[in-house]
Structure formats: C-alpha cells, structure tokens
C-alpha cells in the first residue's frame, strides 16, 4: 500500500483491528485486538504508531503518542478501519417486533 493510499485510508484518531498476529514480531498483539491510531510517522517502517487498548509486551509510547507500554507501530496490512457500523450491528427485524410488541402493550 503506497503513501498517498495510507493517507486515504488511516488517520490519527482512528479506531482499527489487529488483522494479522504478531505484527512487527510482537507476539503480544494478535487478530482481533483493537486500538487507535495515535501517530503515523513517514521515516519508519512500519510507520502507523497504534494505541492498543490492553497493554503489549515490550509496548512503548509511539513516540509520545499514548501511554507507555500500549503503543506499538504497526503496517497498513496488519490493522483494518473499524467504522461505527461495524461495531453495532442490529437485527432491524427483532428490533421491528420489538417496536410492534411495544405499541400492542400502548394501545391496550
């Protein structure tokens, strides 16, 4: 992924998923941990400085980023962008009954 490609896709602020183990040889990150993008440096590689929500093993502070021991810089391809609708994901057609049930019980 070029430059101008991670510019477009990651931002500091960020909310992302670990999508590959041990990023950077670092065994305490696997799939599935999440953080936020704290730093995104352009002299080092991997250059995406993340703020891992739990504590890694040899975490540091991304360059005074975040707080020691939670940071850890990561590649484009080891992390994915967790939009607001990935989080929460809703059954609209339990959250219609739910509705229906709710205006039976009003009504009566």
């Not at 850890?72 to 009954?97: C, H």
Request: charged share 30%; net charge negative; glycine share 8%.
């Amino acid at each position: 992924m070029g430059e101008d490609m991670i510019a477009d896709t990651f931002n500091v602020g960020d909310r992302v998923e670990c999508i590959r183990d041990s990023p950077d040889d670092n065994d305490s990150i696997s799939v599935g941990m999440q953080g936020v993008i704290c730093t995104i440096v352009d002299d080092t590689s991997p250059h995406i400085g993340v703020r891992w929500d739990e504590e890694v093993t040899g975490g540091h502070d991304c360059r005074e980023s975040c707080s020691h021991g939670y940071g850890w810089f990561v590649t484009a391809n080891d992390i994915k962008r967790i939009d607001d609708n990935d989080e929460l994901e809703v059954d609209t057609t339990e959250l219609d009954k739910l509705f229906e049930t709710f205006a039976k019980e009003v009504t009566s």
